[in-house]
């Protein structure tokens, strides 16, 4: 930078008065899709038995959950882990049995269909059902909507602090979201402990008949955006 270039001031001049507010945002919506995760178990003092059983009960989860179709977005698999469980005996130790899990994620747009595979998956031989976890889709419009409204409020806040001195704002200096200038993202949704887990598989014998459907609740998500904004102002004749 040149020598004789000033350095623009950080609060403003008299000539050109700085205005900093804050804009901020809260939207309450419905969820548009829905987590569940599975864990499917199988134990066996064979290792071989176990393993069968565990790729059995894996085929039926994956089986049932695609029967619905349209309503079930994404079906992913996770960890699988098949380990002994060691017992002492004399001196040594022996293996004792061995136990298999698979752990299986469905995302679900259709709440209605939820309720009914949340309660089949959990009425399963030794499967476990964790969620549902609601949540906005990462490039849903209703994130767009709270920047934008965010930004707005922050321009109105700003013209009302001027026309508080008598004045309007001349420009806009800076926008930031908050905690952008030390790389904080700003987070969005509920927060990890509003999840909650409404079903356990391993159920008792129904005696052959269907266990009745859950009745669940889509959870309101909020939604937060917070902006900084810095405006220079026509000076105001105090």
Known sequence: MDETTPTPAPYGTPGAPRLAVKGEAHLEVDPEIARIGITVSARGTDRRDALNDLTRR??????LVKTYGESVETLETGAF??????TKHGRGERIRAYHGRVHITAELTDFTALGELT?????LELTRVDGPYWALRPD?????DARQQAVREAV????????????TL???VELADIGAENAQPLGYGAPASAMRTVAYGGAPDMGGQEAAALDLEPQRQHVYAQVNARFTMTPPRL
Do not use: M
């Open 58 to 63: 894996n085929a039926t989860v994956i089986d």
């Open 81 to 86: 882990s098949i380990s002994p469980e060691l």
């Open 119 to 123: 309660t089949r998956l959990a009425d």
């Open 140 to 144: 849903s419009p209703t994130r767009r």
């Open 156 to 167: 109105q806040r700003g013209r009302e602090y001027a026309e508080a001195l008598g004045t």
């Open 170 to 172: 001349a420009s806009l």
